[in-house]
């Protein structure tokens, strides 16, 4: 009821006073590199060869041109093959294909020969790992610390195994104490873990409404209600006169004639009574610590 009040003391200006844990790597990243490279070692045995013919040739000559696209025309399929592993999960499968070719050519300029290990037991994982790094800068809907996102791959295989243990899912302590870290950082981990993805507030969240419609938003009425407590101790101690006045020409929308006839005095004295009560209450809301006691 003090709002009329309140909008005339404004209008002096200086009045104002535990969610899905996600694995961004896919549940692949939990094999073993051996597992990985057993699956292709017999079709691709012939890979490592062509690299001894490649340690051959002067670099940058024709022919060890050609035989270092031999190598990438041969082993793209493989890359391919990794990238269709981990789709399904959010990323457009063409950025997949793109993050584990990236891979594979930085397997290739790495890779040594002369080590005596076969070319996909360090390519398989070398690609495997760009895939996992795009899902780590790319696929999260909320940016959050890096070190969180590298949590989570080890809270996802650390839920894992203590369930198959202990034959429910891990509380935080128990997964703190299984990594060897705080309990608080486990907790902030999973939480940023809620922010891989996001719903859209389209979606329906119950038969007959889209999820926004169900989501808070704030109250305009909040700021109402903190001026109307904060200037109605100040409207009741001022004198009657002034307080009749004020509330029968701003809560009653009287005019200052109405309102004279009404208290029995001059349309001049009503006047003068408004004006002295708004800069009393001007004067007072200057005061924060007049305002608090009041």
């Known amino acids: ?29 939990a094999s073993t590199v051996s597992e990985q490279f057993s699956e292709y070692s017999s079709e691709y045995s012939d890979v490592t060869d062509m690299f001894r013919r490649l340690n051959s040739l002067d670099e940058g000559s024709v022919a060890f041109c050609r035989q270092r696209e031999a ?47 076969e070319f996909l037991s360090f390519a398989v994982p070398t690609m495997m790992g760009e895939v996992r790094r795009h899902f780590r800068d790319h696929g999260w809907a909320v940016k959050v610390p ?30 703190a104490e299984h990594l060897g870290i705080d309990r608080e950082l ?47 101790p100040h409207i009741a101690a001022l004198p009657d006169r002034q307080r009749a006045a004020l509330m029968l020409r701003f809560l009653e929308n009287l005019t200052q004639t109405q309102v004279a006839e009404r208290i029995g005095c001059s349309q001049m004295h009503v006047s003068r009574l408004l004006a002295q009560a708004l800069h009393t209450l001007r004067s007072r809301l200057r005061e924060p610590e007049l305002a608090v006691t009041a």
């Open 1 to 29: 009821m003090f709002r009329p009040v309140i909008d005339r003391v404004h209008s002096w200006h200086w009045f104002r006073f535990e969610p899905r844990e996600h694995d961004y790597s896919g549940r692949i990243g």
């Open 71 to 117: 190598i990438f025309e041969r082993s793209l399929p493989i890359a391919d093959h990794i990238a269709r592993r981990f789709r399904n999960r959010g990323e457009p499968l063409d950025d997949l294909v793109q993050a584990a070719r990236v891979g594979l050519v930085n397997a290739v300029n790495r890779f040594d020969v002369e080590n005596g290990a």
């Open 146 to 175: 890096r070190r969180l996102k590298d949590l989570q791959r080890q809270l996802v295989r650390a839920g894992d195994e203590l369930s198959q243990r202990l034959g429910r899912a891990p509380t935080a302590s128990e997964i």
């Open 186 to 232: 486990v907790v902030e981990g999973v939480i940023a873990g809620s922010s891989y993805a996001t719903r859209s507030t389209d979606v329906q969240a119950d038969d007959y409404r889209p999820l926004g419609e169900t989501l808070g938003e704030l109250d305009p009425g909040l700021d109402t209600v903190i001026d109307v407590e904060t200037v109605r």
